[in-house]
């Protein structure tokens, strides 16, 4: 079967690669019909070693399931399906907290982390199925699927980064990055009830998009300039809660500076950074609080599809390019170069 795998920095191929089957009984073999790329792909698209490669890609995955392990008990062939970018067993004290992304089985991981599989694929073996699967109401050609598919990551951790740090309705919310994380953020913190979203970003198609999920304001400002927008915007203060997904160190010196007293700093960008400033002058003497991390975006699906199904929302609108399975290595190229803001594969 074809798949993709990236070399190393900005070498990323479509090759044939083994076939992918099923291996423990807990397994289920799905045959991927919608994939993406997502914005923490660029990380290793900027930094990986060739020592460090060749890896399979792609978190962020549907289709139809071909076959399942002698164990499966909530899925049979035919059934479409959508998985988390975090396999997890569904039954462990951790999954049933809702923190999956923390599962303590040992086959638990990130799709990443799994060897030999990658959602930028034609196929592939989901382990621990009955945890990690959800069964989707739809057919597979249906015009719902771009949005179904953001259940796989990018909602579900815009989601997150609102319900993490708190947002209920009347606050103002900060949204740092304009990616697919970023406005989903805004459209996230707009259905929990902020009032007042203010979304930091410079990408005008982007933050148009932003106005349509909600953003009431945008600051297209960096560094101190932006801070000070912001805290213009918020009447002096700073904002109740600042989402921040990007993942880079000045982007969280930006959520300082915008943050209010008493507020909430909730990051789910993948931080590229391993220190950040979090004493007396940063987030202690006013109180801050520091939250987010990776989204358990399986405890979300149930309470997100139904306003997905029923079109309220149409967190799909993030895609802006669409391509095949060998349009994949071009993908990467347009999302790094900014010519895309998410781009979905239809192998």
Not at 209 to 215: N, P, T
Request: with cysteine.
């Amino acid at each position: 079967m074809r798949a993709a795998l990236m070399h190393s920095a900005g070498d990323v191929r479509i090759e044939d690669v083994p076939d992918s089957r099923i291996k423990h009984p807990t397994d289920a073999l799905v045959r991927i019909t919608a994939s993406c790329i997502c914005g923490s792909d660029l990380h290793p698209y900027h930094s990986m070693t060739a020592e460090a490669g060749p890896a399979r890609m792609g978190h962020e995955l549907l289709g139809v399931v071909e076959e399942v392990g002698a164990d499966v008990a909530t899925l049979k062939k035919g059934d479409l399906v959508v998985s988390p970018f975090a396999v997890s067993d569904g039954v462990c004290q951790f999954c049933r907290e809702n923190l999956q992304t923390s599962c303590s089985h040992h086959e638990a991981n990130f799709w990443d982390g799994i060897a030999d599989e990658g959602g930028q694929a034609e196929a592939v073996r989901v382990p621990l199925a009955d945890g990690t699967l959800v069964k989707l109401p739809v057919a597979a050609d249906s015009a719902l699927i771009p949005s179904l598919l953001t259940l796989a990551d990018v909602y579900g951790t815009g989601h997150h980064a609102a319900k993490m740090a708190g947002v209920k309705p009347g606050d103002s919310v900060t949204v740092i990055g304009d990616g697919a994380v970023g406005l989903l953020a805004v459209l996230s913190a707009k259905r929990l009830g902020a009032e007042q979203i203010v979304l930091m970003g410079r990408h005008k198609p982007r933050t148009d998009l932003g106005r349509e999920f909600g953003a009431t304001d945008v600051v297209a400002e960096r560094g101190e300039e932006g801070i000070a927008k912001v805290r213009e915007l918020t009447g002096g203060h700073g904002s109740h809660a600042v989402l921040e997904a990007v993942g880079h160190l000045p982007a969280y010196e930006q959520a300082i500076g915008v943050v209010r007293p008493g507020g909430v700093i909730s990051r789910v960008g993948v931080p590229q950074y391993e220190d950040a400033p979090i004493g007396f002058a940063s987030l202690f003497r006013h109180n801050i609080r520091l939250a987010g991390g990776p989204a358990p975006v399986r405890a979300y699906v149930e309470e997100l599809m139904p306003a997905i199904l029923d079109g309220t929302i149409e967190p799909g609108k993030v895609f802006d390019a669409v391509t095949d399975l060998e349009g994949v290595p071009a993908g990467y190229r347009d999302m790094d170069e900014r010519k895309s803001l998410k781009v979905l594969v239809r192998p």
